[in-house]
């Protein structure tokens, strides 16, 4: 299978920024997802990009693609509590999806 | 809104027993997926339905059989349950294989 990698813990502080990095393998991937997962739930799609654009944004959610390095990121801006949860980046390869191992996000009031 | 539902949230059973997580789905969708979630692992593909009675192993079939009858229900079976399979299994659908999947909310099953 693919590795879809992530780091698995971030902490941040209420109203900072936080940053959710995820390195992929499939260079033919042609959408890139973001999913959020809350304590106890299953899955929710948060956001996606197309692979030929590099940046996307969608109210506090910026998704950054670098091809050339194969990597993603998820930028929430002014990040609340209901912020916490596991992200889990995701890629096509063939015909199936290949998920990243998830970062955990902790935020500190 | 796409709604997919799993019979249980949480489910203890004992070794060697046969288990059975139920999958529903309400929007047509062609494909269903279960995956099981370790922590450290993220999300690993069991089995995958492209259509009715249709099946295709993911990457850790191994010990898992699903069923597909009818296209809104996607059932995983562990014929005998053994303690490494202990874990949260999710469900999920989409239209096309390569489409946005939808997540159900997760069976968390504990194996003693």
């Known amino acids: 299978g693919e590795d879809v990698e992530q780091s698995l813990f971030l902490s941040v502080r209420e109203g900072d920024s936080s940053v959710i990095n995820c390195t992929y393998t499939?260079?033919?991937?042609?959408?890139l997802y973001w999913y959020k997962q809350e304590p106890g739930a299953g899955l929710q799609l948060l956001t996606y990009i197309f692979s030929n654009m590099d940046m996307k944004q969608d109210q506090r959610l910026t998704v950054l693609l670098n091809k050339k390095d194969k990597h993603l990121s998820l930028r929430i801006a002014d990040t609340q509590t209901g912020d916490s949860a596991i992200y889990f980046c995701?890629?096509?390869?063939?015909?199936?999806?290949?998920f990243g191992t998830g970062t955990s996000l902790t935020v500190i009031p | 809104d796409v709604k997919v539902t799993q019979s249980s949230r949480y489910l203890v059973k004992r070794t060697g027993e046969k288990v059975f997580l139920e999958c529903v789905q309400d929007m047509d969708h062609e494909n269903m997926f279960w995956y099981r979630q370790d922590p450290g692992l993220g999300l690993r593909l069991i089995y995958f339905s492209y259509d009715v009675k249709m099946k295709e192993k993911g990457d850790i079939p191994e010990g898992y059989s699903v069923s597909r009858e009818k296209k809104e229900r996607f059932s995983l079976i562990l014929e005998s349950a053994s303690t490494n399979q202990t874990s949260m299994y999710l469900c999920a659908s989409s239209h096309g294989t390569t489409e946005t999947q939808y997540f159900g909310p997760g069976t968390r099953l504990l194996v003693l």
């Open positions: 995701a890629e096509i390869g063939g015909n199936q999806f290949y």
């Open positions: 499939d260079s033919s991937s042609t959408y």
